[in-house]
């Protein structure tokens, strides 16, 4: 069975564009969040989308959204980039609530 | 607001000892709780998870532990060896999979 497929895996922006990751769940899955990850602050928790409805949301500012299409494969955008964004960026799809969370490795973003 | 901390931060042993890596969290109203391992540049590996009812879970050389009332949990590893070496990570579920997730326990075993 495939994995959580994350694309691209690495990223060159500049301050103010803006950016769309795309996350693969693993087949069947219906839950995916996205999670960012850095050196200061660790692992943060971004939005989870089940069925195509966001279900909880992180303490990121609007700069940040997501959407989750009828396949289950689930796009994150950031706009308006400020270098703060630069991370590594990872999905995470389950089948339930009290299922275990896969994770992909990850798109890094570099914010330049 | 659900907090998380893992003792040690690092960790270096050498081979074939057993480990004991703890987390405690503030928030005890979770569904379950989950131990993971990262890799350097790679995505969280799933180990173990626990549903809130449980009070331990097994695979392999890994025992996870958890006290819910008390706010800890435990990753307990035999007989270490060298592939151990690894960033660990726990991460109690308050809502959804809305993980939280400590600063981890970077392992080193050496040879």
């Known amino acids: ?112 | 607001k659900q907090e998380v901390t893992q003792i040690p931060a690092a960790l270096s042993v050498p081979e074939g000892e057993n480990l004991v890596l703890n987390c405690s969290f503030t928030d005890s109203a979770i569904y379950n709780l989950q131990w993971f391992r990262q890799d350097p540049g790679k995505g969280l590996t799933s180990l173990l998870l626990i549903q809130s009812s449980q009070r331990e879970q097994t695979s392999g050389r890994l025992n996870a532990s958890l006290d819910k009332s008390s706010g800890r949990s435990t990753l307990y590893i035999a007989a270490s060896q060298p592939g151990d070496s690894a960033t660990y990570l726990c991460a109690p579920n308050n809502a959804g999979n809305m993980l939280t997730f400590g600063g981890g326990t970077r392992l080193m075993v050496k040879p």
């Open chain 1, 1 to 112: 069975k495939a994995g959580v497929t994350q694309t691209p895996r690495y990223l060159i922006k500049t301050r103010g564009q803006q950016v769309t990751l795309s996350c693969s769940p693993i087949s069947g899955h219906r839950s995916v969040s996205w999670y960012q990850q850095t050196p200061g602050q660790g692992l943060q928790f971004l939005f989870e989308y089940f069925s195509e409805t966001q279900r909880n949301k992180g303490n990121f500012p609007g700069r940040f959204s997501g959407r989750q299409f009828s396949n289950s494969r689930s796009e994150m955008n950031v706009s308006t980039l400020e270098l703060g964004d630069s991370a590594l960026y990872l999905c995470a799809s389950s089948l339930s609530n009290n299922s275990p969370l896969h994770f992909g490795n990850g798109t890094r973003l570099t914010v330049t």
